[in-house]
């Protein structure tokens, strides 16, 4: 048997080499974050040119917000007592002494950007697509990272129900056009009025002393604060006891339950697959009438429980903030969460073509001629794949038949004292030698052969 050879650790010998082998911190990302890795960015591709591709179709334009917002915004509109601004929010007090916050969501910068940039202006309604990164100090987990990106389509100006029933088709095409399969869970919460006299409901019949002692710490809080919420909790004795809860599209008045009823008239025009769900509410504060989750109908019970995009109506906001009256309405899609479903379904993605044809060369002069060469290529029109960085020329064909590209040029030493380059099909191996001045005109025909017999 072979002896194993261990490297002996060598003393150090004096500072500089002591310096030198003292161990070096290395970096690692923060939990929750993730890195974006060259695989993964196919996916995204993808993704946001579904999203790209929807958002124009009906008619909504590109908007970008800044990460960093006052906190007071989000306070003000997400909700003081809603999860993300009490205990998810990054904030922070900046070299001025501002208070800042970290974009938990989009939703609260574009109303502040359609009430500043006086949209109220433009023809209504105002449709925004908007996609980017959010922040929210999550317990990390599959699906629920830190920093997360959101895709948001958002309607101003409009109080009709038919923008409602429009923004949960679009939210539904985007997944079934990925082939992901989903279900709209979707209720109406009502109005400021008539859930007035909901939550007088909701919290006699929780506030009764055998079912308070059993709710969870959080919901004995939320019985005081936000008594909605007691319908969105997560723990098991509580979701148990909602079960026998009053329910909310019981107690709508005429404007709000004939707005719902309109909503699913659409839905039901469609085949979007939706169902009734009385006991979601959502957990931001600023939503009223029609609510919306879109969860995936495959996956572990687990997964299927976590939306992959959520939605609604947000009527009294732009006013809440300043801005004048304005309906309004929307949704947010969890980029990565969509990623993950897609690889779960193993989805083959259509490979892009990398190249057309592949320039090769060797020898220092040749690769300083072929540079020039391939950005009159590259302006062309023409894919050219190259490996400037390599010499040998084995290595740069094996790189070009890895591309699956149908043609190589190829300029050695001799060619370019010649003034010719060679033209290899890759198929046949056969090399044909031409005019270097007219390597764009020759391989353009070559190309143009070639889809032509294709
Ligand atoms: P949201 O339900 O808080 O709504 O978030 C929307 C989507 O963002 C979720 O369904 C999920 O896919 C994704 N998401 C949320 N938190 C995380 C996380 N920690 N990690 C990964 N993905 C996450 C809103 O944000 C509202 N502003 C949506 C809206 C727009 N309503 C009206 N207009």
Not at 164 to 185: K, P, S
Not at 341 to 370: C, H, M, T, Y
Request: proline share 4%.
């Amino acid at each position: 048997m072979k002896k194993a050879i261990t490297k002996k650790p060598v003393a150090a010998k004096d500072d500089a080499t002591t310096k030198k082998s003292k161990k070096i911190k290395i970096f690692n990302r923060l939990r929750g974050v993730r890195d974006v890795l060259f695989d993964e960015y196919r996916y995204w591709d993808l993704v946001t040119k579904k999203a790209t591709d929807l958002a124009n179709a009906y008619g909504f334009k590109r908007i970008d917000t800044p990460v960093l917002e006052k906190l007071e915004l989000y306070e003000r509109s997400s909700g003081k007592t809603s999860d993300i601004v009490t205990k998810e929010m990054y904030s922070f007090v900046d070299k001025s002494g501002e208070k800042i916050a970290l974009r938990p969501e989009a939703t609260p910068g574009l109303v502040r950007a359609y009430i500043e940039h006086g949209m109220f202006n433009l023809p209504q309604p105002v449709k925004m697509f908007w996609l980017g990164p959010a922040f929210r100090h999550d317990k990390p987990q599959a699906g629920r990272y830190r920093q997360f990106n959101q895709l948001n389509l958002e309607m101003f100006g409009e109080a009709g129900p038919v923008a409602d029933a429009q923004l949960i088709l679009i939210a539904y095409n985007f997944f079934r056009e990925m082939q992901v399969d989903v279900q709209v869970q979707i209720n109406s919460i009502g109005c400021k009025d008539c859930r007035k006299d909901y939550l007088d409901k909701l919290v006699k019949y929780y506030k009764d002393k055998t079912r308070h002692s059993k709710l969870c710490l959080d919901c004995k809080k939320r019985i005081l604060k936000n008594p909605l919420r007691l319908l969105d909790c997560k723990e098991d004795k509580c979701v148990a006891m909602r079960a026998e809860a009053p329910q909310i599209v019981d107690t709508l008045c005429e404007p709000c339950r004939e707005h719902f009823v309109k909503v699913l008239e659409y839905l039901d025009d469609t085949s979007i697959n939706y169902n009734l769900n009385p006991f979601m509410v959502r957990g931001l504060d600023y939503y009223n009438r029609t609510v919306f989750e879109i969860l995936p109908v495959e996956g572990s019970t687990e997964s299927r429980q976590t939306s992959l995009g959520g939605g609604g109506r947000y009527d009294e906001l732009v006013e809440y903030m300043g801005g004048r009256a304005t309906p309004a309405c929307g949704f947010g899609i969890g980029v990565e969460r969509t990623i993950l479903k897609i690889k779960e379904k193993n989805i083959p993605l259509k490979k892009e073509e990398e190249a057309d044809v592949f320039l090769a060369q060797l020898g220092e002069a040749s690769r300083r001629r072929s540079m020039i060469l391939f950005e009159e290529l590259r302006r062309a029109g023409i894919k050219v794949g190259q490996m400037f960085t390599k010499d040998s020329l084995k290595i740069q064909l094996e790189e070009a038949n890895r591309m699956g590209v149908k043609f190589s040029l190829i300029l050695g030493q001799k060619e370019l004292s010649d003034g010719t380059i060679l033209i290899r099909d890759m198929e046949s191996g056969v090399q044909e030698v031409v005019d270097l001045n007219k390597a764009k005109t020759e391989i353009e025909k070559r190309l143009n052969n070639h889809i032509e017999k294709k």
